[in-house]
Nanobody, 122 residues
């Protein structure tokens, strides 16, 4: 069992930065692929970024170059640094854990956090 708790969301202006934090705990959490997904109102949940136990990372094209995922302490804490935010980044952001050998999709996730709202005003 893995528990995931997100924090750091809020209301910011376009061009601002924000850092989300995912506190991960539970059995063998360090062996999971930890991902960030987001879901905007009326849209499907979409992949944002993920990181593996050996620090390999992957990003959605829409955030590449603006967002950075990182982890510390054997993935007990995973960060999502978000720079140059725009209105299209407005969504609920979810931390997730799964064991996919490649980029995560919602169907490959075993555990989800409760989500944190990010709102970017233009």
């Amino acid at each position: 069992q893995v528990q995931l708790v997100e924090s750091g969301g809020g209301l910011v202006q376009a061009g601002d930065s924000l850092r989300l934090t995912c506190a991960a705990s539970g059995r063998h959490v360090g062996t999971y692929r930890i991902s960030w997904f987001r879901q905007a109102a009326g849209k499907e949940r979409e992949f944002v970024a993920d990181i593996t136990w050996n620090k390999s990372t992957d990003y959605a094209d829409s955030v590449k170059g603006r967002f950075t995922i990182s982890s510390v302490n054997a993935q007990s804490t995973v960060y999502l640094q978000m720079n140059s935010l725009n209105a299209e980044d407005t969504a609920v952001y979810y931390c997730a854990a799964g064991r996919s050998p490649r980029r995560s999709t919602p169907s490959t996730i075993d555990y989800w956090g409760q989500g944190t709202q990010v709102t970017v005003s233009s």
